[in-house]
């Protein structure tokens, strides 16, 4: 007797539009049921009733507006993250903003979609979310990107010249610092791993940078920018 294979379904990854207005949950709703395994349970129309759908339904995913009566977006994806952990937050905005959309990730929300990019990324952020991945609209993740580098290059510009507004970089400040202490070129050198030849020429490099006439000038620069106490 032969045996029969049995096909179950694989149960379809739920979705809920909360939306203020009708007619962009209806175009929602219309894109996101024709693609296969996707399924749009229920709506909303306002924050409150968001989270009454959430703790009702436990969908898999929210699709959610920023700008909701009663709650808008940030709250309600912080009461989601706590009310039900297991469903995922996607904003869906028409509001281009770098700063929202680093509050919506520390709401709890995996992305975040420009409703002008809908007819393109909507689908394709459902689908990323959907593999626990995050997704962000096309010129925000740019916007993002950018701001990161730049940060990345004030931190290193930072590390590089640790006191504002002067020139000396922080190897430098270490040997302007060592020497206001009373130590001699061969003891810097040991300090710091480094020769006493090239100490002498840090420091001749230190006194033309920062126009000092006298060692009595390093010193009174040092205690002034706090490198040693008085």
């Keep these: 007797m032969g ?85 995922d937050v996607l904003i869906f905005t028409m509001h281009f903003s770098e700063d929202v959309a680093r509050e919506v990730l520390r709401c709890g929300a995996r992305g975040y979609v420009l409703k002008s990019d ?7 952020a459902v689908r990323h979310v959907q593999q626990h991945k995050p997704f962000f609209t096309g010129r925000l993740a740019m916007t993002m990107a950018d701001s990161f580098v730049n940060e990345q290059r004030e931190d290193s510009a930072r590390a590089e010249h640790p006191l504002p507004g002067c020139p000396l970089t922080a190897r430098e400040l270490e040997i302007v610092q060592l020497l206001a202490t009373g130590k001699i070129s061969k003891e810097v050198a040991a300090a710091i791993g480094i020769s006493t030849r090239t100490v002498e020429s840090h420091r001749n490099h230190i006194m033309k940078k920062m126009n000092f006439a006298s060692f009595s000038e390093l010193m009174r620069f040092a205690i002034r920018n706090h490198l040693v106490e008085p």
């Excluded at 294979?5 to 739920?14: E, I, L």
């Excluded at 306002?46 to 808008?72: R, S, Y």
């Excluded at 809908?118 to 394709?124: F, K, M, R, S, T």
């Design 3 to 87: 045996t029969e294979s049995v096909h179950v379904a694989a149960k379809p990854y739920r979705i809920m539009i909360a939306d203020d207005h009708a007619v962009v949950r209806r175009g929602v709703r219309a894109l996101l049921d024709t693609q296969q395994g996707l399924e749009v349970c229920c709506e909303a129309s306002t924050g409150l009733e968001a989270i009454e759908h959430v703790k009702k339904i436990k969908p898999n995913l929210v699709l959610l507006d920023l700008t909701m009566p009663e709650m808008n977006g940030l709250e309600v994806a912080r009461v989601i993250r706590d009310e039900s952990p297991e469903t």
């Design 118 to 124: 809908a007819d393109v990324e909507l689908v394709a």
